[in-house]
């Protein structure tokens, strides 16, 4: 037995009504709750591993014990769960469904990221309306690459730190394209450092029929 399956039967067989880890496991389930520690303090209830940010909730109805444990090991132990509406699901559904949940709290943790950062700029920054971008960041997702090379540049100035790859770039029109070919080349490199690696792949192409024709895009 591998070193975390004979941790996992450690935990889990007191806490089951059966005797193997096998049989122990089929007891449990997904309820569905989820935790952000919100730094990477956590440690799987089940296996030991440590430095987790999210905690999920499995359960054991039988001894009503409850541990809270890493998405990967509900995956690896195949835990089974229910869905919203009170289904049962199979393993594969459940690990699906762990898994968006997880994206969702990855997702709300870079929101509120970007959120923080602009209150800091409200707070530093008397001119700068932070509720203007707070909305946006609710309502569209994305800001346009010269909201964000302004942002980005007033964070520094400001010294406030910031991960710029938190920071969503709309790239969907020709003005957003059009605002990336003008603006200044301090600007642009900020804005570069927000981008996804397919936004970059686009920009990289752009540029690269320009100098086939021999001109430059920017
Ligand atoms: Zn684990």
Redesign the pocket.
């Known amino acids: 037995m591998p070193g975390w399956a004979e941790r996992a039967a450690a935990t889990l067989l007191p806490l089951s009504r059966a005797t193997t880890l096998v049989a122990a496991l089929r007891e449990w389930f997904y309820t569905g709750r989820f935790f952000d520690l919100e730094a990477r303090d956590g440690t ?1 209830e ?2 030991g ?1 440590q430095d987790l940010r999210y905690h999920f909730e499995i359960e054991n109805p039988g001894t009503t014990s409850s541990l809270l ?2 998405s ?2 509900i995956k690896r132990f195949e835990i089974t769960g229910i869905d919203e509406q009170g289904q049962r699901l199979d393993a594969d559904a459940t690990g699906k469904l762990v898994d968006r949940h997880r994206r969702g709290l990855v997702e709300d943790a870079r929101k509120q990221r970007v959120m923080t950062a602009l209150m800091r700029l409200g707070q530093k920054a008397l001119d700068f309306d932070a509720w203007d971008f707070i909305d946006f960041v609710d309502d569209k997702g994305a800001f346009t690459p010269n909201q964000v090379a302004m942002i980005f540049w007033r964070l520094d100035s400001a010294g406030i730190a910031y991960r710029p790859t938190d920071w969503k770039v709309r790239m969907r029109r020709d003005s957003d394209l059009g605002q990336l070919r003008t603006m200044k080349p301090a600007a642009f490199k900020r804005v570069i450092a927000a981008l996804t690696a397919p936004q970059r792949q686009r920009i990289a192409e752009i540029e690269a029929r320009f100098a086939e024709l021999g001109q430059s895009w920017r």
């Open positions: 799987c089940l296996c591993q444990v890493g990967e090991c």
